[in-house]
């Protein structure tokens, strides 16, 4: 569990270009006594009212997947506002915004399928995994980015998957009469479908979008986002050990490594945008959101599923690298001077702040410190972002700490924060979060709720709306809220473990993930001979499940965390929340 670097705080270069930033005063506070702040923040969340806010979250995902199925299925997304359905943007290939996403494979339902399961609705899941396996093929002629197809689709069934092959069934009996491995098959097809998009890169990055039928496109852009090629192994990975196949795990492996290589020799930061064929930087800016989230998310998520060394010593660098160069604040989250803690966009070379904003997406981050214990840290950025939420009742997609006010003002109901408020909330066990998690519920029914479900924000002031439903509000946001509040969910039973994939989907931590299944294939000399290209690809007569469906209930390095807050911390909080 020694996944926490050390800080090197005397290299962290101070914030002044841009002038003073007090963004610790910004958001109020004021003196008083510790006993206050106990009492203000860690009072009882009545049962009556956790029951309450888990059945809010549940309607929540029961009004917008009802809804999609009755007016959007089997096209990928619900526009909520018209009670209709969205699929590809054919008119406008160059509408990336919905081409990279909606591939016509009903992408709503894939997506929803394991908070079905979480939710106990055996009935429905049994449904929709049958509806899935009947009606959707990924055999379209849709052109989509490799990294979302990866996430919201192959993770997806690869984590129905597993639920319905789990021997234990925790969640109720989520098994399929005559089930024969079909979403398994079916995450291997499209995997298939976007391995195109490992060919002919000369540094083995990834091209960032595929043509589910054709393969990557003549016109094809060689540049792609770090996040974008290098989140990719969770998936992949599961999907090789699964079938016994090194083919997916290999190439998503080798684009982690090709960008850890690009990273700067000066800071060890790595940038927004890389060329492909190059390797030049196209975009230099270094930080923890948009771009570069989730790479960081998949080192430690790929070490914790896989437990191979290189992935938790990359994340370690990584790290290392982001307390030396983004975090800029005072040195402890609680006490000292200067501002509270905040994690800005730098030059990844020269370690320089490049703007003033933070974007929504970056609020996965404290999620991501629960898992390796720098919970103190964690608390104290997760409170800034709340302090956000609280002043518009959503996220706006970027905020100006300088100008303390949005840069961009949308908010397509992203999970970011709730994701971060439930880690913190299992952490901590301090009913502060449940109190956050209350807030974001109710400001989401009363700014987004439309007619047939739940909308995105335009405007996070005046709070207009625009006609679209993301796939990750019922995958994600419904699914962690509805967690926050449901104590007894088999998801927190003691002897199972789950990880999250970045898009949300439960995936049991498993001591038959951790084996490669494909060594017997590699001569015993050689090994594994990755650059000889001897990687052995089983034809799909061949393939063959490794069962795997026993949860191991001791993975030794996955450390749980049980730290009731102090009033310290309620002060903080407090300060930068000025709520209640
Ligand atoms: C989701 O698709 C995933 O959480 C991804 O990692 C980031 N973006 C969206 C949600 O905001």
């Given at each position: 569990g020694a996944a926490r670097g050390p800080r090197q705080s005397s290299r962290r270069p101070e914030p002044g270009v841009c002038g003073p930033a007090h963004w610790g005063y910004v958001l109020g506070g004021r003196g008083r006594g510790p006993d206050e702040y106990e009492k203000r923040y860690s009072g009882a969340f009545p049962p009556q009212l956790r029951a309450q806010m888990r059945d809010l979250a549940r309607g929540m995902f029961v009004f917008g997947y009802d809804n999609y199925m009755a007016h959007a299925f089997p096209q990928d997304e619900l526009n909520p506002i018209h009670c209709r359905g969205r699929g590809p943007d054919r008119g406008d290939p160059s509408n990336l915004n919905i081409n990279d996403v909606l591939g016509n494979y009903s992408l709503t339902l894939v997506d929803a399928l394991d908070t079905l399961a979480i939710m106990g609705n055996s009935s429905e899941f049994q449904k929709a995994v049958k509806l899935v396996i009947n009606t959707v093929s990924f055999?379209?002629?849709?052109?989509?980015?490799?990294?979302?197809?990866?996430?919201?689709?192959?993770?997806?069934?690869?984590?129905?998957?597993?639920?319905?092959?789990?021997?234990?069934?925790?969640?109720?009996?989520?098994?399929?009469?005559?089930?024969?491995?079909?979403?398994?098959?079916?995450?291997?097809?499209?995997?298939?479908?976007?391995?195109?998009?490992?060919?002919?890169?000369?540094?083995?990055?990834?091209?960032?979008?595929?043509?589910?039928?054709?393969?990557?496109?003549?016109?094809?852009?060689?540049?792609?986002?770090?996040?974008?090629?290098?989140?990719?192994?969770?998936?992949?990975?599961?999907?090789?050990?699964?079938?016994?196949?090194?083919?997916?795990?290999?190439?998503?492996?080798?684009?982690?490594?090709?960008?850890?290589?690009?990273?700067?020799?000066?800071?060890?930061?790595l940038g927004n945008v890389v060329n492909i064929q190059t390797g030049h930087w196209v975009g230099k800016q270094s930080g923890l959101g948009a771009g570069l989230d989730s790479f960081f998310e998949y080192l430690l998520k790929s070490y914790i599923l896989f437990g191979e060394k290189e992935d938790l010593e990359m994340f370690n660098a990584a790290y290392q690298s982001i307390?030396?160069?983004?975090?800029?604040?005072?040195?402890?989250?609680?006490?000292?001077?200067?501002?509270?803690?905040?994690?800005?966009?730098?030059?990844?070379?020269?370690?320089?702040?490049?703007?003033?904003?933070?974007?929504?997406?970056?609020?996965?981050?404290?999620?991501?410190?629960?898992?390796?214990?720098?919970?103190?840290?964690?608390?104290?950025?997760?409170?800034?972002?709340?302090?956000?939420?609280?002043?518009?009742?959503?996220?706006?997609?970027?905020?100006?700490?300088?100008?303390?006010?949005?840069?961009?003002?949308?908010?397509?109901?992203?999970?970011?924060?709730?994701?971060?408020?439930?880690?913190?909330?299992?952490?901590?066990?301090?009913?502060?979060?449940?109190?956050?998690?209350?807030?974001?519920?109710?400001?989401?029914?009363?700014?987004?709720?439309?007619?047939?479900?739940?909308?995105?924000?335009?405007?996070?002031?005046?709070?207009?709306?625009?006609?679209?439903?993301?796939?990750?509000?019922?995958?994600?946001?419904?699914?962690?809220?509805?967690?926050?509040?449901?104590?007894?969910?088999p998801v927190h039973k003691s002897g199972t473990r789950y990880m999250f994939t970045t898009e949300g989907h439960i995936i049991s931590v498993d001591e038959h993930l951790r084996e490669l299944p494909w060594k017997e294939f590699f001569s015993e000399e050689g090994g594994q001979d990755q650059e000889g290209k001897s990687v052995h690809r089983l034809k799909p007569h061949e393939l063959k499940v490794i069962n795997s469906s026993s949860n191991c209930n001791r993975v030794p390095d996955e450390r749980r965390y049980s730290l009731p807050l102090k009033s310290i911390y309620m002060r903080q909080i407090d300060q930068m929340v000025g709520l209640i």
């Open positions: 055999d379209k002629d849709s052109t989509v980015q490799v990294f979302e197809a990866t996430i919201r689709v192959l993770g997806s069934l690869l984590s129905a998957h597993r639920i319905i092959t789990d021997s234990k069934q925790p969640f109720g009996d989520m098994t399929i009469k005559d089930y024969d491995n079909e979403l398994l098959y079916m995450a291997h097809d499209l995997a298939v479908r976007l391995l195109p998009a490992f060919e002919n890169t000369k540094t083995g990055i990834p091209y960032p979008r595929v043509n589910l039928k054709t393969g990557v496109p003549p016109d094809s852009n060689n540049e792609t986002c770090t996040a974008g090629a290098g989140s990719l192994l969770v998936e992949f990975g599961i999907l090789s050990r699964l079938l016994g196949d090194s083919t997916f795990e290999w190439v998503a492996r080798r684009a982690v490594k090709a960008l850890w290589n690009l990273r700067s020799n000066d800071t060890g930061l307390q030396n160069y983004l975090r800029r604040g005072r040195e402890a989250c609680n006490e000292g001077e200067g501002d509270p803690p905040l994690y800005v966009n730098v030059n990844m070379f020269s370690g320089q702040l490049m703007n003033t904003w933070i974007d929504s997406l970056q609020a996965f981050f404290p999620g991501l410190q629960v898992l390796i214990g720098d919970v103190e840290d964690a608390i104290c950025l997760h409170a800034f972002y709340y302090a956000i939420w609280k002043r518009y009742g959503a996220l706006p997609e970027r905020y100006n700490w300088q100008l303390q006010a949005p840069d961009v003002l949308f908010y397509p109901l992203r999970p970011e924060l709730v994701e971060s408020t439930y880690l913190l909330y299992q952490a901590t066990k301090n009913p502060f979060y449940l109190h956050v998690g209350m807030d974001i519920l109710q400001s989401l029914e009363k700014y987004t709720k439309v007619k047939c479900g739940y909308a995105t924000l335009h405007h996070v002031i005046d709070k207009s709306t625009e006609d679209r439903m993301e796939s990750f509000f019922l995958s994600e946001t419904c699914k962690y809220l509805y967690l926050l509040f449901d104590e007894d969910n």
